[in-house]
């Protein structure tokens, strides 16, 4: 069977201002108006010589003016230098993208230690090593103002650091406001804005950036007796995390942040708080300098997918082109007029395009009936963005195109996401349930598409003030939900990880083009765009890629030696421009099969440096519970048992199981031609089944004690399931 997403992949909108557009058609020659990057004084101004944000600038933009690099000369772009920050290591989580200011790169490495590198020589000029233990981390803030470099470390500390020398300037701890230490820094006007994650409830905090002191912070989720509080039903409430920086709009005076899934005991239970579970799956404009709630829009009414939206959001100034219904009387047509937009969303595969002002919905976002369950208080609708240019402007709206308000009652089963990649990926594990988006679950594992681990995720977009275009990596990865499931989610062992990359015309919120990638590109895989209309994508398997922002073709690629979860960016001294990427790799979603390393590179026209040994490709795959165990180590040899797990000493267990490692071994090793049997234990009291999947070669129903074999001719990897239960699932590797 084969998944389709309902709507169509990530919708998205957003153009530049017209000043900034024209800006950047002349290349800023002799245009004294627009600041330069790294004042950080406005949302859009794009990238110059510096880079000095993670997002490039207030909006989240990851775009750049430079166009020295481009189509002409790709080819010759090579690398220029390479320093391995931690001296070589190969393990840890790097999830740091870099930022430049004054020829000078800040990064973090896998041990949350912070580095200045000179951006054109590759020499480290400093290194502040924190003290307080590994530390997962997304990215510095650098105040060219104050002369202070921003990281954080365990224990909820800030720290700020001397720009030039890295030593501390202060250090302050704030307790209480979930774990402040790991999203990137975000720094404007004197003052820091800091999400937190992983705690009963969390809060985004602005500190006074001289000091650290507390200016202002604001709940996740609301307690008793604040606002919307009662859209939990009294219920338990923990989660709504911020998982990404904000973004901010200092001509508005505000600062958007992202907040995640409810949890309330669990992602997927949703039966104690019934409601819609604010500020949970929203976005919410607060006052930058007080705090003060402005305005929410959310995106999934009462989450028990962990579908949360956790991208930063991104600013875009634009000119809606609606193509309107002549007899839609009395309607306000101002297309021409630049409105101040954000683009927010990712996991569910639809971008959801809000007036930055006052989060109405300019494009039109219908609430759509969906299925529900009693059980889990479901809520009865979800938002589901409009497309094709269908215009709205106040109370009067257009009609959405037929069809699209109700595809998302009805579930495609039998059409590919698209793409001819080796091996198909695009289908559904078989023997599981089978859900559309935001299909209702109990007790029965329900598969949807793309996956809370597919869509888009914490990757960067990219909004380029050239083509005009919004640009970001998503996933597929199916998951199935229940209330059975540990975690957020079931994803099936044995289904593909894939992605790719899609590039959305904001003035019809339609996808301009997509490309099918052989990798997942939703988790840290940050898209860099410029001038010269060419964009820039770190993969999983250690290359980094250009291609034609215009049409997504490759036009470049170069091997860094270890899987990429950052952002590419570019900046520019004496004269020429330069690209650099931080390349360390994470555990998400390849596990420990993703290389990890702690490569800084920076190329240039003319760069000479050779490429790093090719990695080991991660496995895209999911894995089977267990390691492999060959075929003349089974008793009997060559033998699968069905229903039962195995332990590392080979003992079977003594009851009928349905965990995701109930095959006796999950993963059994034999040469080719061997003929290997699937036996339901004689002590089962349920008919079993090997189910292979994808190239379908048996499909056995066996009674207890019943067994059936098969003769594996070719080599390769061979998934099977069981229809009694999907979980259990086990591999035939034939070598």
């Not at 224990?155 to 501390?168: F, Q, R, S």
């Not at 239970?269 to 007080?290: C, E, H, W």
């Not at 990798?519 to 940050?526: C, K």
């Not at 080979?650 to 049997?677: C, D, F, K, Y």
């Amino acid at each position: 069977m084969k998944l389709k997403l309902l709507v169509s992949a990530l919708m998205a909108a957003g153009i530049a201002s017209a000043p900034l557009a024209l800006a950047a058609d002349d290349d800023l020659g002799g245009n004294p108006k627009i600041p330069p990057a790294a004042a950080l004084s406005d949302c859009c101004t794009p990238g110059d010589a510096d880079f000095p944000k993670v997002g490039g600038n207030l909006g989240n933009q990851n775009y750049s003016r430079l166009k020295a690099i481009n189509k002409d000369n790709i080819g010759q772009l090579g690398a220029v230098w390479l320093n391995r920050i931690e001296g070589g290591i190969n393990t840890g989580t790097n999830q740091s993208t870099t930022v430049v200011v004054d020829g000078v790169i800040y990064i973090e490495s896998a041990f949350g230690h912070v580095y200045a590198v000179d951006g054109k020589t590759g020499l480290t000029k400093w290194k502040y090593t924190q003290m307080r233990g590994t530390l997962t981390r997304r990215g510095v803030a650098v105040a060219k103002d104050l002369g202070l470099v921003y990281t954080l470390s365990n224990g909820n500390w800030v720290v700020a650091l001397n720009k030039d020398t890295g030593a501390v300037v202060w250090e302050r701890q704030h307790n209480g406001w979930g774990n402040l230490e790991k999203v990137a820094i975000v720094y404007h006007d004197k003052m820091l804005y800091i999400g937190s994650n992983d705690a009963t409830r969390n809060a985004a905090v602005a500190l006074d950036a001289t000091n650290g002191d507390m200016k202002w912070h604001f709940w996740g989720w609301p307690a008793a007796g604040e606002p919307f509080y009662d859209t939990w039903g009294g219920g338990p409430q923990s989660g709504a995390s911020n998982w990404m920086h904000a973004a901010i709009d200092p001509e508005l005076g505000l600062v958007y942040w992202t907040f995640g899934n409810a949890r309330g005991g669990s992602s997927q239970n949703g039966s104690a708080r019934p409601g819609q579970n604010l500020f949970a799956d929203s976005i919410v404009a607060l006052d930058m300098k007080t705090g003060e709630y402005k305005w929410h829009f959310q995106s999934i009414h009462h989450d028990i997918w962990d579908m949360d939206n956790v991208m930063a959001p991104v600013l875009v100034d634009i000119k809606l082109h609606g193509q309107g219904d002549k007899g839609d009387r009395g309607r306000d047509r101002d297309e021409d007029k630049v409105r101040k937009l954000l683009v927010y969303g990712s996991k569910p595969g639809m971008y959801y395009i809000l007036d930055r002002t006052d989060g109405s919905a300019p494009l039109g976002i219908d609430e759509v009936p969906v299925p529900v369950d009693p059980r889990q208080s479901t809520y009865p609708t979800q938002p589901i963005p409009r497309q094709g240019g269908w215009y709205c402007h106040g109370e009067k709206c257009a009609q959405p195109p037929t069809g699209v308000a109700s595809q998302i009652q009805s579930c495609i089963v039998n059409e590919p996401l698209g793409g001819p990649i080796p091996g198909d990926p695009n289908r559904a594990v078989p023997n599981y349930a089978q859900g559309c988006l935001y299909a209702a679950h109990w007790d029965v594992p329900v598969l949807t598409a793309p996956g809370h681990g597919g869509g888009a995720d914490w990757n960067h977009q990219s909004f380029s003030q050239s083509t005009k275009l919004v640009y970001t990596g998503f996933g597929n990865v199916p998951a199935a939900h229940s209330l059975t499931e540990a975690s957020n989610g079931l994803r099936p062992p044995g289904e593909y990880q894939t992605g790719g990359i899609v590039a959305v015309d904001p003035s019809t919120n339609l996808v301009k083009w997509k490309k099918h990638m052989p990798y997942e590109l939703a988790h840290g895989n940050g898209i860099l765009t410029t001038r010269s209309d060419l964009l820039f994508i770190g993969q999983p398997d250690g290359n980094v890629l250009a291609l034609d922002a215009k049409n997504g073709d490759e036009l470049w690629r170069f091997q860094t030696g270890a899987a990429i979860s950052a952002s590419p960016v570019t900046y520019e001294i004496e004269g020429e421009q330069y690209v650099a990427i931080y390349a360390g790799g994470t555990g998400i979603p390849y596990g420990d099969s993703a290389p990890r390393g702690d490569f800084l590179w920076a190329f240039k026209v003319g760069g000479t440096l050779p490429p790093a040994a090719t990695p080991t490709p991660p496995v895209i795959r999911r894995p089977v519970s267990g390691g492999p165990v060959e075929g003349s180590a089974t008793t009997p040899p060559n033998t699968v048992i069905l229903a039962r797990t195995r332990s590392a000493t080979g003992v079977i267990g003594a009851t009928e199981s349905t965990a995701v490692n109930g095959m006796a071994p999950t993963h059994l090793r034999v040469p080719v031609g061997t003929t290997v049997t699937f036996l339901n234990d004689p002590r089962n009291v349920n008919v079993h089944c090997a189910t292979q999947f994808f190239e379908g070669l048996f499909n056995p129903q066996l009674k207890p004690g019943e067994s059936f074999q098969y003769t594996f001719t070719q080599k390769g990897e061979f998934f099977f399931n069981d229809c009694f239960s999907p979980r259990p699932t086990g591999k035939v590797e034939v070598y």
